[in-house]
C-alpha cells in the first residue's frame, strides 16, 4: 500500500534562517505531489504542485519554493524565513489530476518563526 | 474559479446521535469530484468520502454519508451515530479535471469544528 511520510514534525527557527521540509512517498510511481499550508483554524491553501520530476507550479508568490529531485521526493524550502511563515504545512499526494482521485496527506510540519 | 463553503463554524451533537455538516460549492467544471477529509486535533488530513458530479447515488462510507443535491450545489456530510472519536475538524473540498480551469487541484472550504458531547 502506498504511505506518505512527511518530516519534521515539528520546527522553530529564527525569522531568517533557512528552510527544509521533506516529503517522500512509498507504494507508488510518478504520483502527483502537493505542498499545503494552513493557518490556525482556517482551510488550507495550496502552495506548490508538481506532476513530475523537475516540474514545479507555483499558487501563490511567496518566500518559498519547492524542488522534486526525485519521482516520490517533494521539498519544501526557503532562503530565509518570514514571521509570517509560520503555520501548518502538509504534504499530499495522489495517483494523477483526475477529479475522482483524493489527495492523500501527511502527518505535517507545524512551524513556529520567532 | 473553484469555491466550498461551510457555513458552519462549530456544530455540537451528543454522543450516538447523527448529524449533519454543510457544504456549499461553485464551479465552471463540467466534472468535478466532492470530498470530504476529517482532521483532529494531532492535525492530519483523513480522507473519508467521495462524491463525482455524475454520481446518481449518494455516497456511503459507514457511518459517513454523503447528501449530494446537484442543482442546489450542495454536498453535505451526514455522520450517522457518532462517537467520542469523531470530534474534529472537518472539510469540504472540491477537485475539477487536469482539462478544466482547475488543473486538478483541491479546493477547501473553511471548514467545521464537530464537537461531539457524551
Known amino acids: 500500500s502506498q504511505t506518505i511520510h512527511q518530516w519534521p514534525a515539528t520546527l522553530v527557527q529564527p525569522v531568517g534562517s533557512p528552510l527544509s521540509l521533506e516529503c517522500t512517498v512509498e507504494?507508488?510511481?510518478?504520483?502527483?505531489l502537493y505542498w499545503y499550508r494552513q493557518a490556525a483554524g482556517r482551510g488550507l491553501q495550496l502552495l506548490f504542485y508538481s506532476v513530475g520530476i523537475g516540474q514545479i507550479s507555483s499558487e501563490v508568490p511567496q518566500n518559498l519554493s519547492a524542488s522534486r529531485p526525485q519521482d516520490r521526493q517533494f521539498i519544501l524550502s526557503s532562503k530565509k524565513l518570514l514571521l509570517s511563515d509560520s503555520g501548518f504545512y502538509l504534504c499530499?499526494?495522489?495517483?494523477?489530476?483526475?477529479?475522482?482521485?483524493?489527495?492523500?496527506f501527511g502527518d505535517g510540519t507545524r512551524l513556529s518563526i520567532l | 474559479a473553484q469555491k466550498i463553503t461551510q457555513t458552519q463554524p462549530g456544530m455540537f451533537v451528543q454522543e450516538k446521535e447523527a448529524v449533519t455538516l454543510d457544504c456549499t460549492y461553485d464551479?465552471?467544471?463540467?466534472?468535478?469530484?466532492l470530498f470530504w477529509y476529517k482532521q483532529p486535533s494531532s492535525g492530519e488530513m483523513i480522507f473519508l468520502i467521495y462524491?463525482?458530479?455524475?454520481?446518481?447515488q449518494n455516497a456511503t462510507e459507514g457511518r459517513y454519508s454523503l447528501n449530494f443535491q446537484k442543482a442546489r450545489k450542495s454536498a453535505n456530510l451526514v455522520i450517522s451515530a457518532s462517537q467520542l472519536g469523531d470530534s474534529a475538524m472537518y472539510f469540504c473540498a472540491m477537485r475539477g479535471n487536469a482539462g478544466g480551469t482547475s488543473y486538478g487541484k483541491l479546493t477547501f472550504g473553511q471548514g467545521t469544528i464537530l464537537t461531539v458531547h457524551p
Open positions: 507504494g507508488t510511481s510518478n504520483p502527483n
Open positions: 499530499a499526494w495522489s495517483p494523477g489530476q483526475a477529479s475522482n482521485q483524493p489527495q492523500h
Open positions: 462524491q463525482g458530479s455524475y454520481d446518481q
Open positions: 464551479t465552471s467544471d463540467p466534472s468535478y469530484g
